[in-house]
């Protein structure tokens, strides 16, 4: 009791401090010197200074390095308290090297229906001066392995930063593109296709790229009101339209839009909000700490997600689910779940059997992983991608991905 009053506490001195907007250095150093009296009590008790930390960092504006430093540290002590049982389970000690101490590579989706393509993309980089390597598993993927010192970025990062940059590209994470991948595999003609939970556009763009060859219909849906209508202007600047598919934006809670389109779609892709560990130590932008309690709430919603998508699914359609972070309730319980409860109408379909990777990109590693986290789980197989960031030396923050087919009507 002691220790929740003493970090309570100092997590309300923080936010008033940070709320009248004094960035001097005395402050800021009195700050932090609060934050470094609450670190030791994070690793034993994460959802106690959750709500006060997240609130004052958010709130910190000039403080710098010095605030960056201890986010780091705070992201640090989440990966203790989470994922670092876990990855020793799995014998992975140096994953938090990979997730930390290693630079983060910069990933591009080339979009196939500006003509320019992969090759096109390369060939621009080559020009540029940039050491870059195909992504095997993605005919659309590139990515960059080193930059010269003036490397023109504004023409390259089309995206959330450089909205209105270059059209033939979209910055993305390798794993990312897995996931579209995977739900068109099976599709050689017209077809309609759901994004559930699309966010910023990163899925729907790899599902126009394999949709731009056959035509369809691709639905993006985002409950948030702001992303929604940041994707639908990423959609508009990357001129979607020229994809030979059909895109429709909507802006309205998943489980209720599944329920009004029964058995309608060939392939949904569920990428719902997760815990976002996944980012750890990566994300420059705004940030969370992730505590059991939001964890488990995340994993209720994502198993509803995901049955909403079973049931929106014609036979023989497919639904990807991926998250970005590593936590077993997250991943393998809730796949395991939604398997379970769909008994004799799905099944979790081999991803190596319409993706593949070689070299450093090996994707049977993270196969394998999935493997030791259901015998750990003591759960009954099933076929999924553990994408830990060791497996591919840091060239991606990773995440988890399954692909599930539906047999028959539910």
Known sequence: MADFLSTRDMG?????????????????????????????????????????????????RGVGEKITGVRREIERAVFQKHLLPLFSVLSMPSVETAMFDRPQRTSFLALRYQKKGREGVAAQLQKDGAEFEEIPWCSDGVSIA??????????????????????????????????????????????????????????????????????????????????????????????ARESGAKNTVMNCDAEHLVMRYPEQFDAISCDPSSSGLANLGRDKGPWDISSSERIARCALEQRRLLQGAIHALKVNGRAVYSVETFTVEECERVVSDVLQHFRGAVRALDPMRDISGTGHWDLEPALQLSEKVQDHLCMEHFPALRLSPEIFGGRSRGGFVACIEKTAST
């Open 12 to 60: 309300s001195d923080i936010v008033e401090r940070l709320a009248e907007g004094d960035t001097s250095s005395a402050n800021v150093d009195f700050i932090m010197e609060k934050l470094e009296r609450a670190l030791p009590c994070m690793s034993n008790d994460m959802d106690v200074v959750q709500n006060s930390i997240k609130t004052a960092l958010s709130r910190a």
């Open 146 to 239: 080193q930059v010269p010192i003036r490397f023109p970025w504004g023409a390259y990062k089309s995206s959330v930063k450089y909205p209105n940059a270059n059209p033939s590209v979209y910055e993305s994470d390798a794993t990312r593109m897995i996931p579209s991948v995977l739900a068109t595999a099976h599709i050689h003609g017209h077809a309609d296709v759901l994004d559930m939970c699309a966010a910023l556009g990163g899925i729907s763009i790899g599902l126009l790229n394999a949709l731009s060859t056959h035509g369809g219909h691709l639905i993006s849906n985002d409950r948030d009101t702001r992303r929604a209508a940041g994707l639908q202007n990423i959609l508009e600047v990357h001129h």
